[in-house]
């Protein structure tokens, strides 16, 4: 069975300030980008099944404001694998625990994991995150490392 699994950076934020990194809030600039992404997003008929977030504010502010537009009610799961400082095996091993390995999965977070994930799943060199970017990877079958395909590449810029 088909699956497609879309990495989304967290939009831009403020400097870390009282409540240290993880209380970081988005930019204004960080919410207009992904509302317009999200917008677009939604012209094309995107609407993942599940939608999963690092724990950390910006990247689940980030989902919410993806999601509103294109899928909404769609709640967003904390996926605490999805953490700066994580690693792609088990970004992995935690969905293939949460039974997010079918259908469209939309998955939020942070450089430099979700650059190391990408080339982990699809065996290339780590694509550039900008804050606020999108990259899809398909495959054929469950995921596994170097099984995925790289589609479209979104920016807050470019719609794909």
Do not use: C, K
């Not at 995107?46 to 939608?51: E, G, K, S, T, V």
């Not at 690092?54 to 799961?77: C, M, N």
């Not at 039974?99 to 290339?124: E, F, I, K, M, R």
Request: hydrophobic content about 45%.
């Amino acid at each position: 069975m088909p699956f497609v699994l879309d990495l989304l950076r967290h939009g831009a934020a403020h400097p870390a300030a009282e409540g240290g990194d993880g209380a970081r809030p988005l930019s204004p600039r960080g919410m207009a980008d992904l509302a317009a992404l999200a917008s677009r997003l939604a012209g094309l008929g995107w609407r993942p099944d599940r939608a999963f977030a690092s724990p950390l504010r910006r990247a689940h502010d980030s989902a919410v404001i993806a999601l509103r537009e294109a899928a909404p009610g769609l709640v967003v799961e904390s996926l605490d694998a999805l953490r700066p400082d994580g690693d792609p095996a088990g970004v992995l091993a935690a969905l293939l625990s949460a039974n997010a390995t079918t259908g469209h999965v939309l998955l939020v977070g942070h450089q430099p994991l979700l650059g190391l994930l990408a080339a982990y799943l699809d065996g290339s060199t780590p694509p550039g995150f900008t804050p606020g970017s999108l990259v899809r990877i398909e495959f054929t079958g469950p995921p596994a490392p170097r099984q995925g395909v790289v589609g479209w590449r979104l920016s807050p810029e470019a719609a794909p």
